[in-house]
């Protein structure tokens, strides 16, 4: 309620960071009575949406725009994903998952500030941009279109060929690559002060590099969704389990 009251005053939209995105999960409808998971599920598509207090005050918002932020170790994937896989909540987050992670070394080096004066010009200027509901929405250049059709169908034909996993991930690229190419050449703008005319191909094709990334990403991730319910068992139970047929009566057991 408190996030819906903060993005009607702020129609650009809002950003939530979270440190341990388990906390995220977990806390989920354990203040209110409502289905907080569905309304999280409905911010990803933007659009409408609204929500009433039980003082009947009703808080609408006509073009939602939340995005989510933060961190989790890959033991804790199994119950961030748990109950969340068949509604599709769990594939509308993007993975950054290394390959090997490896921890930072110490960077012998003067500080720059000029690097932080840059992005913080980069940043000011994107900020500085008038905002208006009414504003035109930017089309695709040629270009960018002709990428975006390609990829699209290439796309098409492997989740006619992979598993239904792999489908539920991929589709939910089919919206980010355009927000990730939009994202790239606001930046292009940010730098340069450049107006934005229409999509560029340039935007396109990054964002195809970012898309196939968090889809490797994404499958690796979902290799630690897996959840076995003998883990919980103490070693007695597990023994028990173990001797245990496959067929057996309730006095048996």
Same mark, same amino acid.
């Given at each position: 309620e408190a996030l819906m009251q903060q993005h009607a005053a702020n129609p650009r939209g809002m950003l939530v960071v979270q440190d341990e995105l388990l906390n995220?999960? +977990?806390? $989920?409808?354990?203040?209110?009575?409502?289905?907080?998971?569905? %309304?999280?599920?409905? @911010?990803?598509?933007?659009?409408?949406?609204?929500?009433?207090?039980?003082?009947k005050r009703q808080t609408k918002l006509k073009d939602a725009c939340v995005s989510i932020c933060g961190t989790i170790q890959p033991s804790s994937l199994k119950e961030f994903s748990k109950g969340k896989t068949?509604?599709?909540?769990?594939?509308?987050?993007?993975?950054?998952?290394?390959?090997?992670?490896?921890?930072?070394?110490?960077?012998?080096? +003067?500080? $720059?500030?000029?690097?932080?004066?840059?992005?913080?010009?980069? %940043?000011?200027?994107? @900020?500085?941009?008038?905002?208006s509901e009414k504003n035109t929405p930017k089309m695709m250049s040629d270009e960018a279109m002709k990428l975006y059709g390609d990829w699209?169908?290439?796309?098409?034909k492997k989740k006619d060929l992979e598993g239904s996993i792999y489908r539920m991930a991929a589709t939910k690229m089919e919206k980010y690559i355009v927000r990730l190419a939009i994202v790239l050449d606001a930046m292009r703008y940010g730098c340069d002060g450049k107006p934005i005319i229409e999509l560029s191909g340039w935007a396109m094709e990054g964002a195809l590099k970012l898309v196939d990334y968090y889809l490797i990403c994404g499958m690796k991730a979902r290799e630690n969704f897996k959840y076995d319910p003998l883990t919980k068992l103490s070693?007695?139970?597990?023994?028990?389990?173990?001797?245990?047929?496959?067929?057996?009566?309730t006095g048996e057991g």
């Open positions: 995220f999960t +977990r806390n $989920m409808g354990r203040y209110s009575s409502g289905n907080d998971e569905m %309304i999280w599920t409905k @911010l990803f598509s933007g659009g409408s949406i609204q929500t009433t207090r039980k003082n068949e509604n599709g909540f769990v594939d509308r987050w993007l993975f950054a998952y290394p390959k090997t992670p490896v921890a930072p070394t110490f960077k012998y080096g +003067r500080p $720059m500030p000029e690097l932080r004066e840059s992005w913080k010009a980069i %940043i000011n200027r994107l @900020l500085d941009l008038e905002y699209f169908n290439k796309l098409a070693i007695l139970q597990k023994r028990i389990y173990k001797r245990i047929p496959v067929t057996f009566t």
